[in-house]
């Protein structure tokens, strides 16, 4: 029985509930004489390091040694591209950027002779938001541009008008915070425990500071309690100081971030700036859209790049812009280096477009729904970087059965009447689009290689370059691999990530874990499994019965049972100088209905119910798939209305841990939650016809921010705008503006 | 070098821990049970949730030598070699957890409201578990799981073999 498409649990399940699943540090038992490490941490958002002496923290009873520049036999710097991450910094960059590391018996001891390293600063002027950026003209990139069609005709359009939104970050919060355990392996060489989305990455950055070759560096990811984008860069300085900490003694190191530090030190999403213009016709279509987008990128670059790429990608959402001029440019500031978050960038840039498209709608005094989709793409349109919107009538098809399905209609005339009963407590509906482009942007990434061992009683080891961080991707490739060699689930063990099976992976990232991985999986299995079927021809009947006796017969025969197996993205480019291409091979489409309620005294508001229509092809497997979307729109959810990064003047991240920085808990749940995927939807040319699940569904939250608008456009009259995250706070000035604007209290 | 003795999971265990120490560190670092895990340090996640004398406990909050001479239940006690506990069960068959970090935390609170209140409503479950924070799931399959067990028949530990 094909088991791709069952609804089966997660491969690592049974180990989830018993508590057996085994995490990186949860693996410190196994080495004894571990060392623990903690930094030293600067108190200032910028500044020199005049003086630095941790001779201090010897004299500290159960200190081993310190980590300063000096020991790093290699290049001292953790900075991906640009290598402009030092490990050591002499100028300080951010508040709380580790200066040196100390290494104790117990993290105490560590942690005391921490405090004890003799650090002095000169402080420097900080520049600590984008406005302050702009002002220093402080960048990390050159601007980037998209443009297509003639914008002037902008000036000339029937309906113009003009904005700015502030859009916050967010906060990962992976429940298993930073951590990787380093060793001298029998070699002598390292080998690596990383809590890491790019394994492939992590080894380059540890051989770079230990001034290593690849081949001397292992890194192996066990599992990731949770991950969404803040371990594919940042989880490198953690494996490099404990590698660094495991080649200076000879002893095992471990590093694990406190909840405390890692909200202090690690990236975060960016916020973003965007100012526009945008023009529409008399029928509410969209004539031109002009847009200058800066994010607040921290103090290095990390990805913000390739994430400023992907919002301008996505600054059309589901929408045909006729003609288009969009600019982003990354902010330096003096921060935590901004990183990839479950969307990367692509949320922005929606949220950009959903704000234009709402207030359009009340300019023109028409229904949002309405003005969303009459600019909806329509067949054989492009997007505004040449790329044909294949399928575009599924996003209307996922449209009008999603607003029957939610009786959409029927409730928005229920609400009307019900708030105008209603002076103080009113509520509001809204339906919002996802167009989401899968593939890595940056060409190279596009590739995976896995390899495929089957042993003579027909078991079967996988290995892929994919991490597993609570998304489902083992459990996809343990099917796909169990259907194309045509043995029972069971047979099947997914390996855990290590650089020493498979080597030069991408990271697990950009939704495309299961598309790259999962395809190269297959052609291994195809492999084996065709050199198996000329063995099996050969059997005495011919036929294929037992699966391990034709491995044992192929054994003999001496026909390999391992295989190597590759896929690489057919048909993707992209010009960044000319701003054309294809760059996805394809879109992940979905909508989402949501109903709240807001309470005009307080701005408090509850979320009712949310349906949600999801294009994931073909389901690979639905269990996965659906908590993909319900976890994805929560996530969302909590990016724009309750979770609010708060930094002070000093630079400060005063958010600085789970009591004051609010996550989504179990009342932030809706109480009406349906999450429908769409059927008959099989996607041609990716594995086994499904399409990716993880990033899309988050966008779907911005239904919730649209239901907001609508209610706080109940209270009052005027044209209804608020920064995001929609916080109580907000909504609760958002109502207070329109009830001033409103013509006369009756 | 304080001097503790607990009982785990069914079993005595003994150990000398410096004062500070807490319960948490004391299971995952000298007892070798990590299913319960860190994930905040200082209470507000509940990955660390253990149950102590029938109440769940924020281990990560509590010292070790407090927990000297009580009944500490770990997510490592709640299987036998034969059988998941229902909850188990029911958290598996319902993908309710997906990266898993939360889950031994989220399963103790279950179990502790289940064994106080067997037929509890969404709201009481919601806030029974208030103090569990899951950044990967939106909750709503837990919950699920969680009504599936209370409908069900709690008391006997049911299922296939672990
Ligand atoms: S680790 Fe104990 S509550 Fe978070
Ligand atoms: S399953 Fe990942 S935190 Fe709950």
């Not at chain 1, 909590?638 to 708060?646: A, D, R, V, Y």
Request: aromatic share 6%.
């Amino acid at each position: 029985m094909k088991v791709v498409g069952q609804p089966l649990p997660h491969e690592g399940a049974r180990g989830h509930v018993t508590g057996e699943a085994l995490y990186a540090d949860d693996l410190c038992g196994r080495f004894p004489g571990l060392l623990h490490a903690w930094p030293v941490l600067a108190p200032h958002a910028h500044a020199r390091v005049t003086r630095l002496d941790a001779a201090p923290a010897l004299e500290e009873p159960g200190v081993v040694t310190t980590l300063t520049a000096g020991d790093a036999p290699g290049e001292a710097n953790t900075g991906p591209n640009r290598h402009d991450e030092p490990l050591f910094p002499d100028e300080v960059m951010f508040h709380q950027q580790p200066v040196a590391w100390v290494l104790g018996e117990t993290l105490d001891a560590a942690r005391r002779g921490a405090a004890r390293v003799a650090a002095e600063y000169e402080p420097l002027p900080a520049v600590l938001d984008i406005e302050q950026a702009l002002a220093a003209g402080s960048y990390l990139t050159a601007p980037l541009r998209l443009a297509d069609g003639d914008v002037s005709v902008l000036e000339s359009s029937a309906l113009r008008f003009e904005g700015e939104l502030r859009i916050g970050g967010q906060e990962h919060f992976y429940l298993e915070t930073q951590a990787a355990l380093a060793w001298r392996d029998e070699a002598g060489y390292i080998a690596v425990y990383s809590s890491t989305q790019h394994p492939s990455e992590t080894q380059e950055i540890v051989a770079r500071v230990l001034g290593l070759p690849r081949h001397a560096v292992t890194v192996e990811c066990p599992r990731m309690g949770g991950a969404f984008g803040g371990k594919e860069v940042q989880a490198n300085a953690s494996a490099a100081v404990a590698a660094l900490g495991a080649w200076k003694t000879g002893r095992p190191v471990r590093v694990r971030l406190t909840r405390a530090i890692d909200m202090a030190i690690t990236g975060k999403r960016h916020p973003f700036l965007v100012r526009y213009a945008a023009g529409f016709n008399a029928d509410a279509t969209l004539r031109a859209l002009r847009a200058e987008l800066y994010s607040d990128g921290g103090w290095s670059l990390d990805l913000s790049e390739p994430i400023m790429w992907r919002a301008l990608f996505h600054v059309d959402n589901a929408y045909r812009l006729p003609a288009v001029e969009v600019v982003g440019r990354v902010c330096r500031t003096h921060k935590t280096s901004q990183t990839a978050f479950r969307g990367f960038g692509g949320p922005q840039g929606m949220l950009l477009i959903e704000e234009v498209m709402a207030q359009a709608a009340q300019r023109l005094a028409l229904p949002a729904d309405v003005v969303r989709s009459r600019n909806l793409y329509r067949e054989g349109q492009a997007t505004h970087y040449g790329e044909r919107v294949d399928d575009a009538e599924r996003m209307g098809t996922i449209w009008s059965q999603l607003k029957s399905s939610s009786a959409f209609e029927a409730r928005r005339a229920e609400i009307a009447a019900a708030n105008a009963r209603s002076a103080h407590v009113k509520r509001g509906i809204a339906i919002t689009p996802v167009k989401f482009g899968i593939s890595f942007t940056a060409q190279f990434y596009n590739q995976a290689a896995a390899y495929v061992l089957v042993y003579r009683d027909g078991t079967v080891q996988v290995n892929h370059g994919g991490t597993e961080m609570g998304q489902g991707l083992f459990t996809k490739i343990q099917q796909i691999a169990a259907d194309t060699l045509g043995v029972a689930l069971a047979r099947v063990r997914v390996m855990s990530t290590r650089t020493d099976k498979v080597p030069n992976t991408s990271a697990t990232a950009a939704s495309s874990g299961s598309d790259l991985n999962g395809a190269a999986v297959a052609d291994a299995c195809r492999q084996i499994r065709s050199r198996l079927a000329a063995v099996a021809a050969g059997m005495p009947d011919g036929e294929w019965r037992e699966f391990a006796a034709v491995c044992e017969a192929a054994y003999r025969q001496r026909v390999p049972l391992s295989a190597s197996g590759f896929y690489r993205t057919p048909d993707i480019h992209f010009d960044p100088r000319t701003g054309r291409g294809r760059p996805f091979h394809y879109y992940a489409f979905g909508a989402a209905v949501s109903e709240v309620e807001v309470d005009g005294f307080t701005g408090a508001y509850r979320l009712l119910r949310t349906d949600i229509l999801e294009d994931v092809g073909d389901s690979l497997s639905p269990v996965v798939d659906r908590g993909q979307i319900e976890g994805g729109f929560i996530q969302g959810v909590g990016w724009l209305t309750i979770e609010e990064l708060l930094w002070d003047e000093a630079g400060r991240l005063a958010t600085a841990g789970a009591s004051t920085y609010k996550l989504p808990s179990w009342s932030e749940l809706p109480p009406v939650f349906n999450v429908s995927l769409l059927e008959r939807a099989a996607m041609p040319h990716v594995i086994m016809g499904s399409k990716a699940v993880g990033e899309p569904p988050l966008m779907l939250a911005i239904s919730v921010r649209e239901a907001l608008r609508e209610v706080v456009a109940a209270f009052g009259s005027g044209v209804v705008t608020f920064d995001s995250p929609a916080t109580p706070e907000r909504i609760f000035f958002a109502v207070q503006r329109v009830r001033a604007l409103r013509p006369a209290l009756t | 070098m304080t001097k503790v003795t607990l009982n785990v999971n069914g079993e005595t265990r003994t150990a000398s821990v410096p004062p500070e120490m807490t319960l948490l560190r004391l299971l995952r670092e000298e007892f070798g049970l990590t299913g319960a895990k860190l994930g905040c340090d200082v209470g507000d996640c509940g990955a660390c949730t253990v149950i102590v004398d029938g109440k769940t406990v924020n281990s990560c909050l509590m010292l070790a030598p407090q927990a000297d001479g009580r009944d500490v239940l770990t997510v490592e006690g709640l299987a036998t070699m034969e059988r998941l506990h229902p909850i188990q069960k029911a958290f598996e068959e319902k993908g309710s957890l997906q990266c898993g970090f939360c889950g031994p935390g989220v399963i103790m609170s279950a179990k502790a409201l289940l064994d106080e209140n067997p037929d509890p409503s969404v709201l009481e479950i919601r806030d029974a578990l208030a103090g569990n924070l899951c950044r990967c799931t939106g909750y709503s399959k837990m919950i699920e799981a969680i009504q599936d067990v209370a409908r069900g028949d709690n008391r006997q530990p049911v299922g296939e073999s672990a």
